[in-house]
């Protein structure tokens, strides 16, 4: 439901089907029926944000309670916010077509750096003030969760709670709160105070900062009680977790149209430069039957015929095979297709693939991040190019003529003779399908690297590492090119520029909010998007703020400087990731969860792949 405004002019933008709800499976409640509402923004487009998981579960999740409302919220494209800003025209609401200033509670899943403008733009077109402190009432509470929580330093000015891991439990707890300090009367203040007490909560305005001279940070001091660590929470029994049965279908197309089941969460692996893998340790699986049962009736309900089988590195689920044979027996009757993405070179085999009857053989992608071994080894990939080259052998064994290979550049370590090797790699793939004697006659094979710009991390082994200028990655970027003579090879790459503004994000702090406010001035926004990015204003934002944005990227920090997170506590020691990183220097890796406990912190947590027998 849109507001009647938005009749005037939505036939004079693109895509005027993200604007106006009414999917189903949406829902509407009576807004005297509810005692509290909550917006739930995802900052980038309506196509993007309705592919995003976290926004069905908790979607679905707060819906369920009577008292509780929860509304979706989309950044609106350039054209659109155009018109809505001439015709005077708030942000709204998908549901109800309220604004967003009309709004108990204002959350952001902040899944990317490069959006942090958007939220800010969110905030100023839907009538809310974007920073925290002219935010006086027990009203229009902002919140934020997500990956990029982990460090939300550089928007602390403008949040006022922050979620640390998951949030089925601890969001509804906040919400809960803030119910019986309104009845009480109690302050902002006050609520602020009290919710930092719940763990998970970070509340960014009971935290002082200062500074050295030389720019790094001296202290982060608690005030008025709060704790001196933030600690994550996370669901320990997914199987009990909640899962939604039903998705709000979206009426145009999205990025990812389809049923997406989640398997587990976390990652056994630890390579050395994944956040994720770090961020949602340990690993906790759902059984079988739960997931069956949960894709079932997703497809079901929703009418979808593909399900996405979704995780961070699906081929180290411990059952595999029976999820599928299981998932299959029902999903061959009923013409249901099944995704199995984020496969790992070294899991993909023949047991797996005779399962995938019900895959599309549209291509396969692998991840070796890396072209040599000794780079593979020194970033703890565990996969070596036998185990790659066989794996390919397989796939196209098995009908399959199109691979996708992920790699990075500038990893810590990375010589000129590793970044040729990424072609060198993609050339012998091409190799292995004509010397594969079963392969599929009448295709030729299709090999695509795709270098992407390594991006130094909060809570990984690499996050004291610097980033590679801008100059260097384009030197490499070209090196690659520079080596592939095969056209069956197609060479694509990140664009640096982005790059090294989200590695600036990644590990700046509170200094930053000064720019993040004047580049949201000056318009700046969808810095994502590559048609609406600028390296050369947020240069000019920087320069204006006396801001070296270098001192955040391309700076090598020491194992004893204070990092701007380091009063936030994901589960995983810093002296683990110290050694991690060490041993990257030598190119030693480190056995997966399954084979040897690393001794990483999440042992703490007392379940998942920690308390499983070895």
């Known amino acids: 439901m849109y507001p009647k405004e938005v009749e005037h002019f939505l036939m004079k933008?693109?895509?005027p089907g993200r604007y106006v709800g009414g999917e189903l499976g949406a829902v509407v409640k009576d807004r005297s029926a509810v005692d509290t509402r909550f917006a739930f923004c995802f900052p980038d487009t309506y196509e993007v944000g309705m592919s995003h998981l976290g926004i069905k579960i908790l979607y679905s999740q707060f819906n369920e309670r009577d008292y509780l409302w929860c509304e979706r919220v989309f950044?609106?494209?350039?054209?659109?916010?155009?018109?809505?800003?001439?015709?005077?025209?708030?942000?709204?609401?998908?549901?109800?077509?309220?604004?967003?200033?009309?709004?108990?509670?204002?959350?952001?899943?902040?899944?990317?750096?490069?959006?942090?403008?958007?939220?800010?733009?969110?905030?100023?077109?839907?009538?809310?003030?974007?920073?925290?402190?002219?935010?006086?009432?027990?009203?229009?509470?902002?919140?934020?969760?997500?990956?990029?929580?982990?460090?939300?330093?550089?928007?602390?000015?403008?949040?006022?709670?922050?979620?640390?891991?998951?949030?089925?439990?601890?969001?509804?707890e906040v919400i809960e709160l803030y119910r019986r300090c309104r009845s009480e009367g109690v302050s902002k203040d006050e609520f602020l105070r009290r919710a930092s007490h719940i763990r998970g909560v970070y509340v960014p305005a009971l935290y002082d900062v200062s500074y050295h001279d030389d720019g790094t940070i001296a202290a982060v001091t608690p005030l008025c009680g709060a704790p001196e660590r933030v600690e994550k929470r996370l669901m320990m029994n997914m199987d009990k977790s909640y899962y939604p049965s039903r998705f709000v279908v979206p009426n145009i197309e999205i990025i990812h149209d389809r049923a997406v089941e989640e398997i587990f969460r976390g990652c056994i692996r630890g390579c050395r430069f994944c956040q994720a893998g770090f961020l949602y340790r340990p690993v906790r699986e759902k059984s079988v039957s739960v997931i069956s049962d949960q894709c079932h009736t997703l497809c079901r309900n929703t009418g979808y015929d593909e399900v996405s089988l979704s995780s961070l590195s699906s081929s180290d689920y411990s059952d595999i095979?029976?999820?599928?044979?299981?998932?299959?027996?029902?999903?061959?009757?009923?013409?249901?297709?099944?995704?199995?993405?984020?496969?790992?070179?070294?899991?993909?085999?023949?047991?797996?693939?005779?399962?995938?009857?019900?895959?599309?053989?549209?291509?396969?992608?692998?991840?070796?991040?890396?072209?040599?071994?000794?780079?593979?080894?020194?970033?703890?990939?565990?996969?070596?190019?036998?185990?790659?080259?066989?794996?390919?052998?397989?796939?196209?064994?098995?009908?399959?003529?199109?691979?996708?290979?992920?790699?990075?550049?500038?990893?810590?370590?990375?010589?000129?003779?590793?970044?040729?090797?990424?072609?060198?790699?993609?050339?012998?793939?091409?190799?292995?399908?004509?010397?594969?004697?079963?392969?599929?006659?009448?295709?030729?094979?299709?090999?695509?690297?795709?270098?992407?710009?390594?991006?130094?991390?909060p809570f990984t082994p690499f996050q004291w590492e610097p980033q590679d200028t801008v100059e260097m990655l384009q030197d490499k970027q070209r090196h690659i090119k520079a080596h592939i003579h095969s056209r069956k090879i197609s060479y694509s790459y990140h664009d640096s520029d982005t790059s090294f503004l989200e590695a600036v994000f990644a590990r700046g702090d509170r200094k930053l909010c000064r720019a993040m406010l004047?580049?949201?001035?000056?318009?700046?926004?969808?810095?994502?998007?590559?048609?609406?990015?600028?390296l050369s204003a947020w240069m000019k934002v920087f320069d204006d703020c006396g801001i070296d944005p270098a001192f955040y990227a391309n700076r090598r920090r020491s194992f004893d400087e204070i990092l701007p997170w380091d009063h936030l506590d994901y589960g995983i020691t810093k002296e683990f990731l110290i050694r991690e990183c060490r041993r990257a220097y030598e190119s030693r890796t480190t056995p997966h969860c399954r084979e040897q406990c690393a001794g990483c912190g999440a042992m703490r947590y007392g379940g998942g792949v920690c308390c499983e027998e070895r």
Not at 518 to 534: M, Q, T, Y
């Open 13 to 15: 933008v693109q895509k």
């Open 75 to 172: 950044a609106p494209w350039i054209d659109m916010e155009e018109q809505m800003r001439a015709h005077g025209v708030p942000l709204y609401a998908l549901e109800s077509g309220d604004a967003l200033s009309a709004f108990d509670f204002i959350g952001f899943t902040l899944q990317y750096e490069l959006s942090f403008t958007n939220m800010l733009n969110m905030l100023s077109l839907g009538g809310v003030p974007v920073l925290a402190r002219d935010r006086h009432e027990l009203f229009n509470i902002v919140v934020a969760g997500g990956p990029c929580a982990c460090n939300p330093e550089p928007i602390a000015d403008f949040v006022d709670i922050f979620f640390l891991g998951e949030g089925e439990e601890v969001d509804l």
């Open 321 to 457: 095979v029976p999820m599928l044979t299981e998932l299959s027996d029902w999903a061959e009757r009923e013409n249901v297709s099944l995704s199995l993405p984020s496969l790992r070179v070294d899991g993909f085999s023949d047991d797996i693939l005779s399962r995938l009857t019900t895959v599309r053989k549209s291509g396969l992608t692998f991840a070796p991040e890396a072209g040599s071994q000794r780079l593979r080894d020194a970033i703890n990939k565990n996969v070596t190019e036998d185990e790659l080259i066989g794996t390919c052998s397989v796939a196209f064994a098995g009908g399959y003529s199109t691979v996708k290979l992920y790699f990075m550049i500038g990893l810590p370590t990375e010589t000129m003779d590793d970044v040729a090797d990424i072609a060198n790699l993609a050339q012998k793939v091409v190799n292995t399908f004509y010397a594969t004697e079963n392969r599929a006659r009448g295709k030729s094979v299709r090999v695509t690297a795709s270098a992407s710009s390594f991006v130094p991390k």
């Open 518 to 534: 004047l580049a949201h001035e000056r318009g700046i926004r969808f810095d994502s998007w590559g048609d609406c990015f600028s």
